[in-house]
């Protein structure tokens, strides 16, 4: 009889939903790029992501930046950022239809910007991202676009396509406050 009530905790867990993004309980997703309706700008890069779960602690992403996949559950608020924030959380905001640009040896007039955008766009992240291959790269949820400079007319593209209705986020339109930062 003992081995009921264990049978029962095991058959629970495993069936018990994962909390995956504004406290609702819901199914980690198998999400890929398969469902996207509007055309990208061009040079845009879809991925596969393989789901939005929540985790704690760090997650090695296959690209950098990450574009998606596990995520830390708080998000980090939107805005601008003089350094990098943790992965985990900007990809939590990418859940949320938000669009993390960042940047990397650019010079002074274009952190100010940036800066001005973010303040401006509710819907945007920016932070510093050393090391990445183009002084600034656009990340949506499960998309990415490096750029060389604010000039290149895809990058007001980039901004209206992903952080819109037509998002390709699992969650467009949620809260990007109330996390970190």
Known sequence: M???????????ALAAPVAC????????????????????????EAFDIENNCHVEGSVDYDQSPPVGGPHNPNLV????????????????????????????GVEDDT??????????????????????GSPLVLTAWN????VDDLEDPRVQEFIDLYTGEDSVAPEPGASCEGGVG
Request: glycine residues 8%; contains cysteine; proline residues 8%.
């Open 143 to 146: 998309r990415q676009l490096p």
């Open 77 to 104: 608020n939107c805005g601008f950022y003089s350094s990098p924030v943790p992965d985990e959380n900007a990809v939590h905001a990418l859940e949320h239809g938000v669009v993390w640009i960042t940047y990397d």
């Open 111 to 132: 952190l100010q910007a940036l800066a001005t955008m973010a303040e401006g766009y509710g819907r945007l992240l920016v932070s510093e991202y050393p090391d990445q």
């Open 2 to 12: 003992r081995r009921f009530p264990a049978l029962l905790f095991v058959a629970f």
């Open 21 to 44: 993004g504004s406290g609702e309980a819901a199914s980690c997703e198998n999400l890929t790029s398969d469902d996207v309706e509007n055309p990208a700008p061009e040079g845009v």
